[in-house]
């Protein structure tokens, strides 16, 4: 168990080391590493600026058990920093792999804590808001964007540890390796982790798809 700043740090370590691995069998093209490091910028830009429209309205007929918010409320402007600063981050410039994926999310939760605490340690409030990245996260299954669905789960663990951690006091700090995880998961335990965050059935068929990958 880490503290938020430890957790940070071993996400810069383990893109450190993911970025050498990827160095050493780069053998030196340059224009392939820099394609792959555009490709990665947009992949996350676009993921944010799909999730902020999704903040305004899910694709019908059913929006997985979230209820939006009302215009102005304090959760949407929680929402709508977060992802702007998940989206403003230089990280992708910086990291390649894990790092490029995860140290946003950090740097997001940061955000957010010290513009809305009220927000952050209402429980609450944190389960309207972990209703919507969950709503998000399985419409991203359902469009076939498992790659994006991987990091949505990623921020939902984050806050459930920050939850954990910081309001319930239930332990004694951040689980970085369950992040991590979750942006490696395979397809079973990606839709199995959002299954079970939704009311609706709309992931039971593709559960019932990926229930034999282990």
């Not at 383990?14 to 490091?37: C, F, G, L, P, R």
């Not at 209820?67 to 992708?92: K, M, N």
């Not at 369950?178 to 079970?196: G, I, P, Q, Y």
Request: charged letters at 30%.
């Amino acid at each position: 168990m880490v503290s938020r700043k430890k957790a940070k740090g071993k996400a810069r370590k383990a893109a450190a080391k993911a970025k050498k691995e990827e160095d050493k069998d780069a053998h030196d093209d340059s224009s392939a590493a820099a394609a792959q490091q555009r490709e990665q910028e947009g992949a996350l830009e676009a993921q944010f600026q799909m999730q902020r429209l999704l903040i305004d309205s899910l694709p019908s007929p059913c929006k997985h058990g979230f209820d939006p918010f009302p215009e102005g409320d304090v959760c949407d402007r929680f929402l709508r920093l977060y992802l702007d600063t998940c989206a403003s981050s230089d990280a992708p410039t910086k990291w390649t792999g894990v790092g490029a994926r995860v140290v946003p999310l950090l740097e997001a939760l940061d955000a957010v804590e010290e513009k809305y605490p009220e927000v952050l340690h209402d429980s609450s409030k944190m389960k309207q808001i972990l209703t919507y990245f969950s709503s998000v996260g399985t419409q991203e299954i359902l469009n076939e964007d498992d790659d994006v669905a991987r990091i949505t789960s990623a921020v939902i663990v984050i806050f459930e540890e920050f939850i954990a951690f910081r309001v319930q006091k239930t332990q004694a700090g951040l689980h970085i390796q369950k992040m991590l995880e979750m942006v490696n998961a395979d397809d079973h335990t990606l839709v199995s982790f959002f299954r079970k965050r939704i009311t609706c059935s709309c992931l039971d068929k593709k559960h019932k798809e990926v229930k034999s990958i282990k």
